[in-house]
Structure formats: C-alpha cells, structure tokens
C-alpha cells in the first residue's frame, strides 16, 4: 500500500490500493518456468503479481521474476495425482482468493488442459476480470477469450495471453526464459562441467538408464567432469547412472541449487522435463532428449542453442502417453552415448582438459526458436 499527499483544498490522505494481478499455472516446474516471460510482462503494468502455483510447481514459481507472492495449491483437475474434489478446499481457496483484492487474473495452461473450472473460482472469489486461452464456450467466466493456434512453444503461447489481456514486455526484455538472480554459489568450475538428468516426470520421456550410464563413462573418456543431478525420489537412479565415474548429486540440491549447477555448466543433458526448462532458463545449452510423445515445437527448450536427440517420427509421436507405448521405446534407445558426447562437443567445444581438437558432426541445432545446422 502506498500513501500519496493530500489533494488540493483537503488534508486528507488517499490511499491507493495496489493493483494485484494473478497469474495461474498449475502443473510442474517446468510448466511454470515457461510462464516466466508472460509473468514479467504482467509485472510490467500492475503493481503486485501473485503466482497461484501447484505443489510441484512452487519452488519454480519461487525463482520467477516479477512474482511477488506465491500461494500453492492441488488442483484436482490438472494435478497427476488428484485428490478428490473437496468442497471445503475450494471454500478456502475461494476465501484466500478473495482476500488478495484481485483486480484482475490470467490463468495459463496448455492446449490440452481447460481454464474454466479455476475461472469459475476466480469469478466467485470476486475476480472482475478474468483472462484465458479457450477453445470451449466460457458464458461469462472470461472476459478475454483468447484463441490461437496450438503449434507454439508454450512461452510464446503464455505470452501472447499476456498481450491478449493488455500486458507486455518491459523495453529490453527479450522474451526468454529467466530466474531470480543472484543464483546459489555452485562448488564446482564454470564450463568445467556437464550435468546429466536422467529422470523425468513422465516415464515416456526419460532416456534409458543404462544409456544414460553409458554417456556418462563417454562424456568422462572425452575428457569432461559429470554432474548427475536428480531429485530426493531418484537417488537410487543417479547412483546408479553415476557409477564411478560421475559426481551423483541426486536428492543433494533444492530447485534454485540446481539452477546455479547449470548456469555453471557448458551444457546440459536431460530429456523433456522440468530441469531443461530451468537450464534454458539460465542461458546454458542443452542437449535435448526429446520423446515425440508431445510436440518438440511446443515443448523444446526454449531460447538457447538445443542439440534435440531422438526419432521425432517414432510411433509413439503425438500420442500424450505417459508410459512408453512402444516395446522397447525405440524412439530414445536410439539415442547412443556417442550421439550425446558429438551433441555437447557441438554446443560446448572440447572439454577444458582436452589437448586436442576435432570438428562435431553437423547437428540441429535450435537457436531462441528457429532450426539452422550446426557446422
């Protein structure tokens, strides 16, 4: 709240109400992360953003410019795992909605997912104006109903709802992925290191574990250190993906540690999941290993230099599957460990301690949205 001096011929004070807008993004980190640009935006033209964020995209929430409070909670209709619908939790998100004086809210989704069930809380909280992507007839859930087509990475698709609703990017903003700044001091030498993540949200887009073991000992022989990074549920799997002769780092680090591990990194290797998005998010490029389950155009990294790793025409391709549907998952077991070691040498030159050097295979490589071939 802020106080101005008193108006001419009174002495009374007039107080302004900051003008509060929230932004909604319910699912995983890196669904949040890619709001970012569309959060600054936002920020740019109101006084107070608060972030209405699910359980596993919190801490995410927590590293996005422009987001002044974040308020967490389990949306039955977009979480993986719901809980049942309980009326007495949508009376208290009602009731916490409407105590933040709200003068206006954007609810961020994917082309899959429907605005309107939060709109409607929106709209009983007392939100007068209310903003989303939707194909379905609102009625008079939204005031803005923007429709676009779905072959867009999902920053730009957040961000033309953003500009939809009146909002835009500050002069010098480029568009891209950000975090909060400073970032946790990282142990180890900038450019020293590779991180590899070998877990993933959905079992579908994770790149085999013994293939991930297997670039490991590969990226070691040319030369690089490996940082295996993953979450306190796959310690199991970093060790194991880790052996002897990677760093296992799983479990060890919160989300805005990770975050200074590949800002320091010369690249990152990691399938479709939460960590590429935060490495996009911190300038260091990425080795992508993308399952065709969902569209690599809506969901690659975002804004770096992108080497995207496996058979974007497998059978499997636009399926939405969260486990594999094809014996094998050919579409990634493709993928070998010489496949990664050319993919960083082409995003990262040789490793610090080589004496020598040798020319990358030409790769695609996505540059801040468009397709050129690395030579």
């Known amino acids: 709240m802020s106080l101005t001096g008193p108006r001419t011929g009174t002495s009374a004070l007039h107080v302004r109400r900051p003008r509060t807008v929230l932004v909604a993004r319910l699912d995983n980190a890196g669904d949040v992360l890619l709001a970012g640009p569309a959060v600054r935006a936002v920020a740019a033209g109101c006084d107070r953003v608060v972030f209405l964020a699910g359980p596993h995209g919190a ?33 208290a998100l009602t009731a916490r909605l409407a105590a933040l004086d709200l003068v206006e809210a954007l609810v961020v989704t994917s082309f899959h997912q429907s605005p309107l069930p939060l709109a409607l809380v929106l709209r009983t909280a007392g939100v007068p104006r209310v903003s989303a992507i939707s194909v379905d007839y609102p009625g008079s859930l939204l005031d803005v109903r923007h429709r676009l087509p779905d072959d867009l990475p999902e920053p730009e698709r957040a961000l033309s709802l953003a500009r939809a609703a009146g909002f835009d990017l500050p002069d010098g903003d480029d568009g891209r992925l950000a975090v909060r700044r400073p970032l946790p001091a990282s142990p180890y030498e900038p450019g020293s290191h590779v991180v590899l993540h070998p877990g993933a949200s959905v079992p579908a887009r994770a790149w085999p574990a013994h293939r991930c073991a297997e670039a490991v000992e590969a990226l070691a022989d040319d030369g690089w250190q490996v940082l295996v990074t993953g979450g306190p549920g796959e310690r199991e799997l970093t060790a194991a993906v880790a052996g002897t002769r990677g760093t296992d780092l799983g479990g060890a680090t919160t989300l805005a540690e990770m975050a200074g591990l590949l800002d320091g990194a010369a690249a990152v290797v990691v399938g479709n999941t939460g960590p590429a998005h935060l490495a996009a998010a911190v300038g260091t490029p990425v080795v992508s290993l993308f399952a065709p389950v969902v569209p690599a155009v809506r969901w690659a990294p975002y804004g770096v230099p992108t080497v995207l790793l496996g058979d974007q025409s497998a059978a499997c391709r636009d399926s939405r599957a969260r486990d594999c549907p094809v014996v094998g998952h050919p579409c990634l077991t493709s993928v070998t460990a ?23 295979a030409a790769l695609p490589v996505r540059r801040a949205g468009s397709w050129r071939s690395a030579t």
């Not at 974040?70 to 209709?77: D, F, M, S």
């Not at 010489?338 to 990358?360: H, K, M, Q, W």
């Open 59 to 91: 801490a995410a929430a927590e590293l996005l410019p422009g987001v002044d409070e974040v308020l967490t909670w389990r949306c039955p209709w977009i979480d993986p795992a719901p809980e049942p619908v309980d009326a007495d939790d949508l009376a």
């Open 338 to 360: 010489a496949d990664v070691v050319t993919a960083v040498r082409t995003l990262a030159g040789d490793p610090p301690s080589s004496a020598f050097c040798t020319e990358s």
